[in-house]
């Protein structure tokens, strides 16, 4: 019991203690150290990769109830209890679906788009601490590489909307690229200024941070709004939904793309949803910080309050239209940003 | 105004063929040429603004096809037809969507349901049917295709 | 359907086409749209229509005059009982058909209650045009209900078939005027509510506001009828202008825009709906008893002539133009369908905006396909 | 300035607004009907397929081949074979009633047509059938079974509706 409230509220001992004690009987039977080590991060990456998915069916048929109780339904409700396995049944049934290939596709950018798309997504979350010491790789540029890795989902969109030899898709990758470019700077801004204020780039530091004082929410109000557009941007959702713009550009980048693919797609989007809040959540909300509860219940909690609130927006709020995006992002996010970065440091410093 | 006065009007400036009294509405018969003038006419002059519709009716008995034009004046509420008769074999008429554009798609869509040339007119494609039918609302229209509903 | 003229034109390496339609989600039914796009600005446009062409004007020379109405209720399955009506009034007029008072208000209650049925879908429709995925479900409740009540009056849900030559077939029914006082009660807030959530967004109000200009006279020339002339600021109404049936007596506002922009157009039927509910209210309590359908003869057989009978729908002013041989059939019929002239200064208006404004404008054109292609 | 200032604040105030809108009726009660299980509550004049309902008073149909509703329908949905009795003579009775949903379009003229009421649009909404063939059914030998709020209306041959 008390190993399990150890584990629960204090990750990081039992499991380097694990760690040991594991690499010395390994020692004992005379095998390399570094194997061992490999299959630990084996592990750890299968494990995340695994919450993961299930995280993301699990938001997918979130995201549903809470459009039906905004739209007055009832929302997915036939299978399972309450629905509940709604979404798995939607992904068996698209997995299970004929693999269509369009004609005169680019065969390759078809095909490595998804993988481009879900493999990164899924990387990041190496860094994110999900509780205290429960970080599966706790880099000291942490947040540098989240940045880093969400760069590169641009590339899969592209190759997306290039392959599918579809203007509707081309236009929504170039859309895409665009939008996912310009709002990762004010995105970036406004985390160098939580760096300026905690002082390290490593995640679980940043959380730390935290802890003694207020969350960075207080003194980054205008900074965690930055980040919330910016990320609902850069997570493709409405109203800044253009590359997908159903009624402009009929599905955008995945208008071509059917069965396990889009599945791919699907997933990745949503993780990534999952993704952006839970970093708002590290960055400003203090991480896996609470009372009373274990630290990766707060740390969910946390980051599905700002799922709800990125719901509640895309419900509500009708499609901005392209040169708007860029305007708002080039005009209003960016000034803001640095202006936010700039009174961050002069008040750290003096 | 009443169609007596109208019609007067009209025959200051333009010659009026025929004239009749239908429903109070004033149908005016006007030569083929004269269209696109008349049409000027009752727009600037009489304000006519709005054309209506712009629509032919087959009358294979006196071989002719009547061209209808519909005027409607948002002022004094007056509707006033000018019509125009063809010849059913040779049915050419000028065009006046230079006046009112809104006789454009109308007359698109007269020339193929009729096989009405609009002589002038910019972009006289086909609008609503596919290639190969030709003039169906002619009452001899006969298509290979158009069988009798089967009897239940 | 033919090929658009400038695809056969040269384009410049910088310009594209792209083929809106026929099926495409907010093409709104069979339409397509051929774009030359350079990058997103639209640099050229051609409306191609008549995909659903059913030659119904052909059909009608050889249906009895009573066999008709039910076809005009499928030309605009939104405001069937506005066609209906232009339908059966040229047919009254011809035949000299008094209808009684109590049938002439049964009319305006159909026609304004159906008003608001279209509105509503093109509203919930908009949104989901400019992305907004939620006002369908808001607006399709209250439609839900106006829809109940016109089916328990006439039958049919969509194509409702409520008029009759002469009037109707059926009196109200029972429970009629309380169910509209019921609905008319609570219709205000919620047209507050839909311009809440989506007309005065400043999102929405970004998007459309100053986009798809249409100047006055362009509208006129172009013979655009119904709320999108009223958005240019035009103040004309065919139940204002050219009363029929017993407008003249009820007191409401013909609704019009400034700038003849998209939003005017999105605000206009907003308003419209607020008018339709105040003449509701008024023809509820002015409602006469009596007899509800005229004296028709059992064989409808019109006098030879001509008539040309328009209402205002809502999408602006449907009409009918009849010839009668004196036979048993029409001669000669002609839809004048609203639509037909809205779809025709699309490429007016489009030019040199975007692609998302192409869909925006579209949707406040509020397009109903069969009635283009009749 | 002020002016942009004022339109900035406004147009941060209709986004609350708007998302006030989507709150409130997080807090309102579904109007989702669940179909299969629960049924709308349909009025009294729906127009779904036409029957010919057996007349529970003589067991048989009321329809008497008079033709008037072949020739109401305007577009030929209907067909009527007399019953030819065994003198050889056509009989006011009707053998063969033959009705095509495929092309019905529920206008009710064919009812209103009928002199007898001997037919009437039911409530049956639901007519989706797996072929063309199927669509063509012949009504007189269906015997159709009239029940539910529709059946007092259609036996007292249109004249008085019930309450609602």
């Known amino acids: 019991m008390a190993l399990l409230k150890e584990l629960l509220y204090n990750s990081g001992k039992p499991l380097s203690e694990f760690s040991s004690w594991m690499h010395a009987i390994w020692a004992g039977w005379g095998m390399p150290g570094f194997l061992l080590d490999f299959i630990f991060q084996l592990v750890i990456v299968l494990a995340v990769t695994a919450v993961l998915v299930l995280n993301a069916l699990w ?47 680019d065969i390759l950018s078809f095909w490595i788009a998804p993988l481009i798309i879900f493999i990164p997504t899924f990387a990041v979350f190496l860094v994110l601490p999900f509780g205290n010491g429960l970080v599966p790789a706790d880099l000291n540029i942490g947040i540098l590489y989240i940045i880093a890795i969400t760069g590169l989902s641009v590339i899969g969109i592209l190759a997306a909307g290039w392959g599918s030899n579809n203007k509707y898709s081309l236009i929504g990758g170039m859309r895409s690229a665009a939008q996912i470019v310009s709002y990762e700077i004010p995105m970036v801004l406004v985390i160098l200024a939580v760096v300026l204020m905690s002082g390290t780039m490593k995640m679980s530091g940043i959380v730390a941070a935290q802890s003694n004082r207020v969350w960075f929410v207080v003194p980054q109000f205008l900074g965690f709004i930055i980040f919330l557009i910016a990320g609902n941007a850069e997570v493709n959702r409405a109203p800044f939904d253009l590359p997908e713009a159903e009624s402009e550009l009929v599905a955008g980048f995945n208008t071509e793309y059917s069965a396990m693919k889009f599945a791919f797609f699907y997933l990745a989007e949503y993780t990534n949803l999952f993704l952006t809040s839970a970093v708002a959540a590290t960055l400003f909300l203090g991480g896996w910080q609470g009372p009373f509860l274990p630290p990766i219940v707060w740390f969910f909690i946390k980051t599905y309050f ?14 901005i239209r392209v040169d708007q995006l860029m305007e708002f992002s080039w005009k209003y996010l960016l000034p803001l940003a640095l202006l936010n970065l700039v009174v961050t440091a002069v008040i750290l410093k003096f | 105004m009443n169609f007596q006065e109208i019609l007067e009007k009209i025959k200051t400036k333009h010659e009026v063929l025929e004239s009749k009294e239908d429903l109070g509405v004033l149908n005016a018969y006007i030569a083929t040429a004269k269209i696109a003038a008349v049409a000027a006419f009752m727009k600037d002059e009489l304000k006519f603004e709005q054309l209506n519709f712009i629509t032919a009716v087959d009358f294979p008995a006196n071989n002719a096809i009547e061209v209808v034009y519909h005027f409607f004046s948002y002022e004094t509420a007056d509707s006033v037809v000018l019509r125009i008769k063809l010849d059913r074999a040779k049915a050419e008429v000028p065009t006046i969507s230079g006046v009112f554009k809104t006789a454009d798609w109308h007359e698109r869509e007269a020339s193929e349901m009729f096989g009405i040339k609009f002589s002038g007119h910019p972009d006289l494609n086909r609008l609503l049917l596919p290639d190969g039918i030709e003039s169906p609302l002619r009452k001899d229209y006969k298509n290979p295709d158009m069988t009798p509903l089967p009897k239940a | 359907m033919i090929k658009a003229p400038f695809e056969m034109e040269k384009i410049s390496d910088e310009e594209y086409i792209l083929n809106m339609g026929p099926q495409h989600p907010s093409t709104h039914g069979v339409l397509r ?118 089916e328990g009056m006439t039958g049919g849900r969509l194509t409702h078939h409520a008029f009759r030559i002469g009037g109707f077939k059926n009196d109200l029914q029972k429970d009629f005027l309380s169910r509209l006082e019921k609905f008319l009660a609570k219709f205000e807030d919620r047209i507050c509510e839909y311009e809440a959530l989506l007309i005065n967004n400043v999102i929405l109000t970004a998007r459309t506001k100053g986009v798809g200009i249409l100047d006055k006279d362009t509208a006129i020339n172009y013979g655009v009828t119904g709320p999108v002339l009223r958005g240019s600021g035009c103040a004309i109404d065919l139940r204002k202008n050219a009363p029929y049936s017993v407008y003249s007596k009820f007191d409401f506002r013909v609704c019009t825009g400034k700038n003849g922009d998209t939003w005017d157009r999105l605000k206009v039927r907003m308003d419209e709906m607020r008018e ?26 019109p006098a030879p002539g001509e008539v040309y009978t328009k209402v205002e729908s809502a999408r602006g002013e449907f009409g009918v133009y009849m010839v009668s041989d004196g036979t048993e059939k029409p001669y000669r019929i002609k839809f004048r369908s609203p639509s037909f002239s809205n779809l025709s200064v699309l490429k007016e208006i489009t030019i040199g905006s975007k692609i998302a404004d192409v869909v925006a404008i579209m949707g406040s054109l509020d397009l109903v396909i069969p009635e283009i292609d009749r | 300035m002020i002016k942009y200032l004022f339109d900035l604040v406004k147009g941060i105030v209709s986004l609350f607004e708007g998302l006030g809108v989507t709150l409130k009726h997080c807090f309102r009660r579904p109007i989702t009907l669940q179909y299969p299980e629960k049924r709308p509550d349909i009025s009294l004049r729906f127009r779904g397929r036409l029957v010919m309902p057996v007349d529970p008073a003589t067991g048989d149909n009321r329809c008497t081949a008079c033709m008037l509703c072949v020739r109401a329908c305007p577009n030929h949905s209907i067909d009527v074979e007399k019953l030819i009795g065994e003198d050889g003579k056509p009989k006011p009775k009707v053998s063969k009633y033959i009705y095509n949903l495929g092309s019905c379009m529920f206008c009710n003229l064919c009812v209103e047509s009928c002199a007898f009421a001997a037919i009437i649009m039911s409530d049956e909404y639901e007519t989706a059938v797996q072929n063309k063939a199927s669509l063509i059914m012949d009504l007189a030998a269906e015997k159709y079974k009239l029940s539910g709020k529709k059946a007092p209306w259609w036996q007292s041959k249109f004249k008085q509706e019930e309450g609602a």
């Open chain 3, 276 to 301: 339709s509910a105040k003449i509701l209210k008024q023809a509820a309590a002015m409602l006469p008893a009596g007899e509800f359908c005229a004296k028709v003869p059992r064989v409808i057989k």
């Open chain 3, 33 to 150: 749209i051929v774009l030359k796009l350079d990058g997103e600005v639209v640099t050229g446009l051609y409306p191609d229509v008549g995909y659903i062409h059913s030659s119904v004007e052909k059909m009608c020379e050889n249906k009895k005059f009573e066999m008709i109405t039910p076809y005009t209720d499928r030309l605009d399955y939104l405001s069937a009982v506005n066609y209906n009506w232009a339908y059966v009034a040229a047919v009254e007029k011809l035949m000299g058909i008094q209808l009684p008072e109590r049938a002439e208000y049964m009319r305006v209650m159909l026609a304004e209650l159906n008003r608001i049925m279209s509105h509503l879908l093109w509203y919930s429709a908009f949104g989901m045009d400019v992305g907004a995925l939620t006002p369908i479900f808001y607006a399709f409740r209250e439609r839900e209900e106006v829809i109940d009540m016109v």
């Open chain 1, 306 to 319: 700002v799922i709800t609130i990125l719901c509640w927006i895309r419900w509500t709020f009708p499609r």
């Open chain 1, 59 to 105: 938001i997918i048929y979130y995201d549903r109830k809470i459009s039906a109780l905004m739209q007055i339904r009832k929302g997915p409700n036939r299978v399972g209890p309450f629905g509940l396995l709604q979404t798995l049944a939607d992904t068996v049934k698209l997995l299970i679906k004929e693999d269509v290939n369009p004609k005169k596709i």
